[in-house]
T-cell receptor, first 114, second 112 residues
Framework: AQSVSQHNHHVILSEAASLELGCNYS??????LFWYVQYPGQHLQLLLK??????LVKGIKGFEAEFIKSKFSFNLRKPSVQWSDTAEYFC????????????FGDGTTLTVKP | NAGVTQTPKFQVLKTGQSMTLQCAQD?????MSWYRQDPGMGLRLIHY???????DQGEVPNGYNVSRSTTEDFPLRLLSAAPSQTSVYFC???????????FGSGTQLSVL
């Protein structure tokens, strides 16, 4: 069964600091990879996705992620965080050979101090 | 442009009571799913469906039933609620191109 592991449960940064959130998945088949964000009091929304091609993908609000196939990783990055980035971030994997079943990581809570 | 609609938004149950969480989408998505979100545990898949008449179990299916009689609706039933089912429940749908999930606004359920 596929699984998704997020390395950090809670990250605290000051504004303008750089961000990297780790995500590893364990599955040998073909997958699509996603990062979702959940702002306080809201439901999840898509930040970015990777299906194929260039392993460096760019999403909304200055976020990007790099797919490293050999490491089964899909880490999220942002060069300079803002207070408004305070949210919970989820990495997710769609199993393309199993009806596209979506599995999420445990989430990382990011707190950005002004 | 409703998207994914979940009802109710809040619910309090007593142990042993039953209830149904409703989920409807108007995007003609084949794939629908139910997740529960608990602190520190992310989103865990309860049940999912790849089309009308087809359902399958996710990671944490025990205590929950689902059915998919139409493409639009995917209700989640708790037959005998337990305190361990206190959680926030999200319904999500997706088109067949394996694109992003569209989430409902969630149901906050407390079982006393």
């Amino acid at each position: 069964a596929q699984s998704v592991s997020q390395h950090n449960h809670h990250v605290i940064l000051s504004e303008a600091a750089s961000l990297e959130l780790g995500c590893n998945y364990s599955y040998g088949g073909t997958v699509n990879l996603f990062w979702y964000v959940q702002y306080p009091g809201q439901h999840l929304q898509l930040l970015l996705k990777y299906f194929s091609g260039d392993p460096l993908v760019k999403g909304i609000k200055g976020f990007e992620a790099e797919f490293i196939k050999s490491k089964f990783s899909f880490n999220l990055r942002k060069p300079s965080v803002q207070w408004s980035d305070t949210a919970e971030y989820f990495c997710a994997v769609n199993d393309r050979t199993n009806a596209g079943k979506s599995t999420f990581g445990d989430g990382t809570t990011l707190t950005v101090k002004p | 442009n409703a998207g994914v609609t979940q009802t109710p938004k809040f619910q309090v149950l007593k142990t042993g009571q039953s209830m149904t969480l409703q989920c409807a989408q108007d995007m003609n998505h084949e794939y629908m799913s139910w997740y529960r979100q608990d602190p520190g545990m992310g989103l865990r898949l309860i049940h999912y469906s790849v089309g009308a008449g087809i359902t399958d179990q996710g990671e944490v299916p025990n205590g929950y039933n689902v059915s998919r009689s139409t493409t639009e609706d995917f209700p989640l039933r708790l037959l005998s609620a337990a305190p361990s089912q206190t959680s926030v429940y999200f319904c999500a749908s997706r088109d067949t191109g394996n694109e992003k999930l569209f989430f409902g606004s969630g149901t906050q359920l407390s079982v006393l």
